[in-house]
């Protein structure tokens, strides 16, 4: 990987899960938008979110499948992946450069889980 990328964060929405063509056979794909918040002491010294970025993350094969069938909106998780800029376009028409990260993993955070069913 050239641009290792690894953070923690809280999903936006539960992942959506697409099977697409490819030029060697069709592929699986998770899409996720995710928050990696940073976090300080406020003035009362509690921790509070000071800052933060929103990614994309995209998983592919059998791991797009779990992520898509195990992981909720709001889920705290370990995204481990290479950043890549991407052209998109925005609601105007306008081409806009876009920073996703394809993820190698997506694991769930457990300390922040109440419970297993």
Not at 11 to 24: D, F, I, M
Not at 32 to 42: E, I, K, L, P
Not at 60 to 76: D, F, M, T, V, W
Not at 78 to 96: A, F, H, M, Q, S
């Amino acid at each position: 990987m050239q641009n290792l990328f690894i953070g923690k964060g809280n999903l936006a929405g539960s992942p959506e899960l697409k099977h697409l063509p490819g030029r060697n056979g069709d592929f699986t794909v998770a899409s996720m938008r995710v928050m990696f918040g940073r976090y300080g002491q406020n003035a009362a010294g509690q921790v509070e979110q000071i800052g933060g970025f929103w990614r994309e993350v995209e998983i592919y094969g059998p791991k797009a499948e779990a992520c898509a069938k195990l992981l909720r909106k709001g889920a705290r998780v370990l995204v481990i992946g290479e950043e890549r800029e991407y052209t998109g376009t925005d609601d105007d028409g306008n081409e806009v450069q876009v920073i996703k990260v394809v993820a190698e993993d997506v694991t769930l955070q457990l300390s922040r889980v109440e419970s297993i069913t």
